[in-house]
């Protein structure tokens, strides 16, 4: 394997492992016409996938050769022969591959091994996959193109169970499904007649079915996929900042990953370096400590420990209790390393996402393990600016700003934001467990924050200010300053202030101000651009003063 490649196999924290790694990697479906539909279960209608017309289950086991409940009683081993007819195997697809006008498939959900293994045959090292990606393990990848040669020995080595499963697959035109036990499931849009008959001429007994129980299902459809898009660059980049680095766990087939120590000044690099569609889980920095690592491992329990050497290459493998002596002795002479949990729900990353396609495009069908953070880009992605919601205020804070949980996410309202009137304290307006509705003012994907405003919803009273220009008023003094006095204009706790000038009080009155007398004014100006009321006692007084 190449250099930050996990070592060991780890599925049980893959949110796709449950779903995708049965289809592969699970208990042998039996040797029967019929077993692996009943193993698996009717298959699902889903979108991102299409179905051929025409399905046909292909085996070396002869429906004769099948007792009154249905049960295989001929020879035929369950293990591939690695010989003629492994070949009629291929053979037969190459010719289903020709009717239907394929010349290409793409790899479609690739995983690697697994714990446990139920095949016949021994491991096999690179799991079958050696000199077929010049690129190295990481071309077996989620929409890889290959021409139907390389696509016959990857066919070849699931038929071995040699480690490696996936789906090959032609847009809804063709597609090739590899069951256990020697079960072949190839579907076209077209009946391939000719390879029908070539197919028996092999000895090998196709039979049209319904649809192949190897037909891909959505793990979550109800998780809105995350993409690796700019605003998740954005946000990984602000990320490398706040904790001046971050590791990246890319993960391009299910239970195989690199580990990229991130910083502000490779990130692009690691960027381009990544394989298609890969999962992405961003994690903190590893421990320098590297001692308290070892201390914290668990007293059982599958562990994956990623460590990085002084050389930089950064390596991981999983291991239970029983290899944790081993391991740890491994780490002498680490830089940092880390103990993440493989059981899904713990030791979550800060995010994920999965790359999408050049153009933009998410087509990778699976879905990364959500985090809270997730939930909150999902909940943002849904928010729009002048969109209206409501929530229960939370906190209101010293400095003035007030929390509120929309949905389980916190939003927050700016001073200046809570009301078009003055006040003196955000209390004034709002108290905790009050619920408010609140238009938004902006979403920052980056930084996770949404802006409210309780203002925006409140008629504008300063254009009705603005009419009583040259009204005569008694109103209350507020506060007295060096160049004026400040007057309340309206009748009310949270009416208008203006600013009476020194030089608007007149002579006579300046000594007897105080706040809380009552003080003839005239309203001389209204800014409306500024918010701000000019007053005059002056003027109110008339011209004989």
Known sequence: MSPGLSESVHSTRRATGAQQGDLGHSPKILASDSAAESTLGPPSDHPGSSVPSFVYRITKYDPAHRDERGHYTGAEDTASDHGPVEDAYLAAIAAFAKDAGTDQVEIREPQIGNFARFGLEPPVD?????????????????????PIAVGLELV?????????????????????????????????????????ARTRALGLFPERIDASPYDFAPDDAAHVQRPADADFWARLYWTVIAH??????????????????????????????????????????????VDTVVAALPDEGLVEIVWEDGDGQITSTVVDETQFAAVTSRLAGARAAGAVS????????????????????????????????????????TLRRGQLVTGTVTTIADFGVT??????FTAM??????????????????????????????????????????????EDP?????????????????????????????????????????????????????????????????DLAHGRIVLSHVQALGPAV
């Open 126 to 146: 690179g799991y079958g996959l050696a000199d077929l990606f010049p690129a190295g393990p990481a071309g077996f990848h989620d929409g890889a193109p290959v």
């Open 403 to 408: 929390f509120v949980d929309i949905g389980g």
């Open 462 to 526: 300063w254009p009705q200010m603005a009419q009583r220009i040259g009204e005569v008023v008694n109103g209350t003094v507020t506060k007295i300053v060096p160049f004026g006095v400040f007057v309340r204009v309206e009748d009310r706790a949270d009416g208008f202030v203006g600013l009476v000038h020194t030089s608007e009080l007149g002579a006579s009155s300046g000594d007897v101000v105080e706040v809380g007398n009552a003080l003839a004014v005239k309203i001389i100006d209204v």
């Open 342 to 381: 493989v059981y899904a729900g713990e030791d979550l990353p800060l995010f994920t996402a999965v790359l999408p396609d050049s153009d933009g495009v998410l087509r990778a069908r699976w879905h990364t393990e959500p985090t809270p953070a997730d939930r909150d880009w999902a909940f943002l992605k």
């Open 156 to 196: 070849r080595s699931m038929l071995r169970d040699n480690g490696a499963w996936c789906r090959l697959e032609a847009g809804d035109a063709f597609a090739v499904h590899v069951g256990w036990d020697q079960y072949l499931y190839i579907g076209s849009n077209l009946p391939c007649e000719t390879a029908l």
């Open 413 to 458: 309202i700016n001073l200046p934001e809570l009301s078009r009137r003055p006040f003196d304290h955000p209390s004034d307006i709002v108290s905790v467990g009050q619920q408010v509705t609140a238009e938004v003012l902006g979403v920052d994907m980056v930084r996770e924050r949404v802006q409210l405003s309780l203002r925006a919803l409140q």
């Open 244 to 289: 001046r680095a971050v590791f990246l766990e890319e993960v391009f087939a299910v239970n195989v990953s690199r580990w990229h120590r991130l910083t502000r000044d490779n990130i692009e690099s690691v960027r381009s370096r990544l394989a298609p569609r890969s999962q992405l889980a961003v994690r903190p920095n590893l421990l320098t400590d």
